[in-house]
């Protein structure tokens, strides 16, 4: 809603940037603390989060493509050179970065994955309120208390009270780091701490999507974030199942 923050030297701080920065480093901190706790190789985090940002920003462009691909053809800088990503593109080549990584460094993919994915989370609270800023990811039109007007110069239509479902999704991406925090350092199993993120990550997104309102593609009714988190949430369900047959087998 107020992306443009102040101008330093003809600079302009944009909300997103700082939020997106806040992320990253919230997730950095996080991470790098867990490590330490978990005998875990604290002085590789930061070297794994930026990969998995490199390469999840380009597949998140990349799957933006694919979505817009008629648009893409006809005028490919429209596209490319836009705001616009799918961050389910994000998350999945983020985690094949960080696979190929740990492989590269002939570290447990598994341990590293369950120990960042309460990062990412926290990571991805603070990206929404970024998307508010900006007025990207945004909602319905509404009647309710709860709708926000945007300015002119917002990606969100102005004038108009839309739902906030930026702010929905940061507050579900807070809660979902909180659960898969105490999972990790406090549950029975902290081993199906990245199924959770899956599990948890794919049902909300689920659900905000119904009250989204800005152009992101679609496969049959679905959205695209929809239909691809079917696969988020069966991939995250296999892996519960996979991890408790595993533990059955060790009684």
């Known amino acids: 809603m107020f992306n443009n923050w102040f101008t330093i030297g003809g600079i ?3 909300g997103y940037g700082v939020m997106t920065a806040l992320g990253m480093l919230a997730a950095c ?3 790098e603390r867990q490590a330490k706790k978990h005998g875990l190789r604290s002085d590789l985090i930061v070297d794994i989060v930026l990969w998995a940002v490199l390469i999840g920003y380009m597949g998140s462009k990349l799957l933006y493509v694919i979505v817009e691909w008629k648009t893409f053809l006809q005028d490919p800088w429209s596209v490319l050179g836009s705001s616009g990503f799918v961050v389910y593109g ?3 080549t983020g985690v094949l970065a960080v696979y190929v990584f740990c492989k ?3 570290l447990d993919f598994r ?3 369950n120990l960042l994915m309460p990062a990412v989370a926290l990571a991805q609270g603070f990206g929404r309120i970024g998307c508010f800023c900006a007025g990207c990811c945004y909602g ?3 009647t309710s208390p709860l709708g926000v007007e945007f300015p002119v110069g917002s990606l969100a239509p102005a004038g108009v009270k839309i739902l906030p479902t930026q702010l929905f999704s940061s507050a579900g991406d807070f809660i979902i780091f909180a659960v898969l925090y105490w999972n990790y350092n406090h549950g029975k199993h902290p081993e199906d701490t990245g199924a959770w993120y899956l599990i948890l990550y794919s049902i909300g997104r689920f659900l905000v999507e119904f009250l989204r309102a800005d152009e992101r593609g679609a496969v049959g009714f679905l959205s695209t974030s929809q239909f ?3 696969f988020m949430l069966a991939a995250g369900l296999y892996l519960l199942w996979k991890h408790r047959g595993k533990r059955a087998e060790a009684v």
């Open 29 to 31: 901190w996080v991470g």
């Open 12 to 14: 302009t701080i944009h």
């Open 104 to 106: 590269r460094k002939h």
């Open 228 to 230: 691809l988190a079917l």
């Open 90 to 92: 994000g998350i999945i």
């Open 111 to 113: 341990a590293y994955f």
């Open 140 to 142: 319905r039109v509404t």
